[in-house]
């Protein structure tokens, strides 16, 4: 959507409130997804167990006969942005239906694997990939008939198509300033240099081994230097070698107070005949068309961001319009030229539109909309569920539910997991079984009415594992919610004021934004409610954190927490009289 492009270009340089906003949308809409992949005939590839990933869209998982496929089977993928336990490099024949372990390696992350690709000029027997060996990265030839390896000296990025040479570049660095394309095994000897006078790129001879220093951070630097380069961190990404093997591009990148800049830069084998071919801020995912001419999404001062084509060592660059291709993906072009394949970032319901493009006619069709998980994202943002049960134990999360956070003996309305005497029970019965949920809140209300009392003695300690991801604490928050008011219709004194907080909460604004098209006083009063919902949030946050990105994190649950429990409670009641008397479940 062209307004969501203009918010995050606006955003550019307030990373942080980006990246919090953006991930405060991206669970909303998963929350909202139907989970569902179209057309649904597509056919899966990879086994059911483990997760499964290949690399980089500049790299063919397929042999030349597109009979077999490499890729990665991993335990983690969805937690670790980038790891050093083992992955299975697996083999899988189409034809077959097999699947056939032919290696292992400790080197790899989410974003592009272990670079695994299959090597030159033939591209059916020989992969490459990059590995940990003997406390080192290295990188690894595997024929795959005979199983005879090859250990390389250094690992690599990007590989020319007649499988000679490789160039490659600091993975130590590169995980130090974008997690998930880097590796962890060592540290970044460099990682308080802004920019080191060290080498960036190195090219690799696969045949005898020989290792040549192309240019240094401080090179690049010197090149057409502009003023935020002055005082921000350097790095290089994103190398790729053109298909005849004589030039490759690659991407400058620094980072000043956290706003990212990017250049596009291209070379020749030697690393010398340097060209600065994009400078205007913004620079994506990028693709050789053929030998001279590079496909890229980026933005420029004159025509501001779109897909571009570019001519090599020229300021040759025109838009590459097509209707179908307004948002960054990752393009690549059949082995003739004839066609274009790119994808897109999932949407707002998490889907990911795969499109088709014949680059002569400009005529382009989506063949799919894929579903894509957010489940790594939900393991940066609250790793182990911590942060969600710092909002579980926060008297802003859950009102004054004493018995979640209250460190001082007394007598409260209600506990947990509590112990009762036996012959209680036969005063006030059991669990009602009708309740799917609230049986404790159900009971103890019949304990209270006989007179009994709940004592709370925190040096007893129970240890409850909250949801982990943020998606399982709204849901759990939706039907608490609505299971409150189907509890509260049966006996007002089963709850507390406290229960029906977050359903005035979500009547409030609602109500703001449909007075707000008539006045717009109220969708001031709801932007203040907002703002001083997140002001609250943050004050409670920051008794359990220090950390500010942890602080914002549970600011944001908050308001999910709240959000998603007053909805449940407000469908419930709008779905009162679906309910058929005594229906319960």
Not at 179 to 201: A, F, H, Q, R
Not at 382 to 393: D, E, M, P, T, Y
Not at 560 to 576: A, F, K, Q, T
């Amino acid at each position: 959507m062209p307004i969501l492009h203009t918010i995050a270009n606006k955003l550019t340089k307030h990373p942080q409130i980006k990246y919090w906003l953006k991930n405060m949308y991206q669970h909303i809409g998963n929350i909202l997804s139907d989970n569902k992949t179209v057309p649904s005939n597509i056919k899966q590839i990879s086994g059911n167990c483990s997760e499964h990933l290949f690399g980089y869209y500049d790299k063919s998982p397929w042999d030349t006969a597109g009979d077999r496929m490499i890729y990665l089977r991993i335990t983690g993928a969805s937690r670790y942005a980038a790891s050093n336990r083992p992955a299975d490099i697996i083999l899988k024949t189409i034809s077959t239906d097999k699947e056939t372990v032919i290696a292992q390696t400790c080197a790899w992350n989410v974003q592009q694997g272990c670079m695994l690709q299959w090597l030159g000029p033939e591209f059916n027997d020989r992969v490459i990939y990059n590995d940990f060996r003997d406390g080192k990265y290295c990188s690894v030839i595997l024929t795959i008939s005979s199983r005879e390896e090859k250990i390389l000296p250094l690992p690599v990025y990007s590989v020319s198509e007649s499988g000679t040479y490789a160039l490659t570049l600091d993975f130590s660095r590169l995980n130090s300033f974008r997690p998930g394309y880097g590796y962890i095994n060592l540290p970044d000897p460099t990682v308080d240099e802004m920019c080191p006078n060290s080498t960036c790129i190195w090219r690799l001879n696969l045949t005898n081994q020989e290792i040549k220093p192309l240019f240094t951070y401080k090179d690049l630097f010197e090149i057409n230097t502009r003023s935020d380069m002055v005082s921000a961190y350097h790095k290089v990404n994103h190398i790729m070698i053109n298909p005849s093997s004589d030039r490759f591009m690659f991407l400058h990148r620094w980072i000043l107070n956290g706003v990212k800049y990017d250049r596009l830069i291209t070379a020749d084998l030697n690393g010398k005949d340097l060209y600065v071919l994009l400078d205007d801020n913004m620079v994506s995912h990028c693709n050789w068309k053929n030998n001279d001419t590079i496909i890229t999404w980026a933005n420029t001062h004159k025509f501001g961001t779109h897909y571009y084509l570019l001519t090599d060592k020229s300021d040759k660059k025109h838009t590459f319009e097509v209707n179908e291709l307004k948002v960054d993906g990752h393009p690549s072009y059949s082995p003739d030229g004839k066609f274009l394949i790119t994808d897109t970032y999932p949407d707002y319901r998490r889907k990911q539109s795969l499109i088709l493009c014949n680059p002569e006619t400009r005529e382009a069709a989506c063949i799919a909309h894929v579903y894509a998980s957010i489940t790594y994202n939900n393991a940066t943002w609250c790793r182990k569920g911590q942060l969600i049960a710092n909002v579980l134990s926060s008297p802003f999360g859950v009102g004054n539910s004493k018995f979640r956070y209250s460190q001082k003996p007394q007598y409260v309305d209600t506990v947990a997991f509590g112990l009762y005497k036996k012959d209680l029970f036969s005063k006030v019965g059991y669990f009602d079984e009708s309740l799917a949920r609230n049986q404790d809140n159900d009971m103890h209300r019949r304990i209270r009415d006989i007179g009994g009392k709940f004592y709370l003695n925190p040096e007893i300690k129970t240890i409850y594992h909250p949801r982990e991801t943020i998606k399982g604490m709204m849901r759990q928050g939706f039907n608490n919610g609505k299971w409150n008011i189907i509890t509260f219709s049966r006996d007002p004194k089963t709850l507390s004021a406290r229960h029906l907080v977050p359903l005035f909460f979500v009547m409030g604004i609602l109500n703001c934004l449909i007075l707000g098209a008539f006045n717009y006083f109220f969708w001031s009063l709801l932007l203040a409610v907002i703002i001083m919902h997140m002001f609250i949030g943050i004050v409670f946050a920051a008794k359990k954190t220090r950390r500010l990105g942890k602080i914002l994190s549970m600011s944001i649950l908050f308001m999910l927490l709240h959000l998603s429990y007053g909805v449940g409670s407000l469908i419930s009641i709008l779905n009162y009289r679906k309910r058929s008397k005594g229906d319960f479940i």
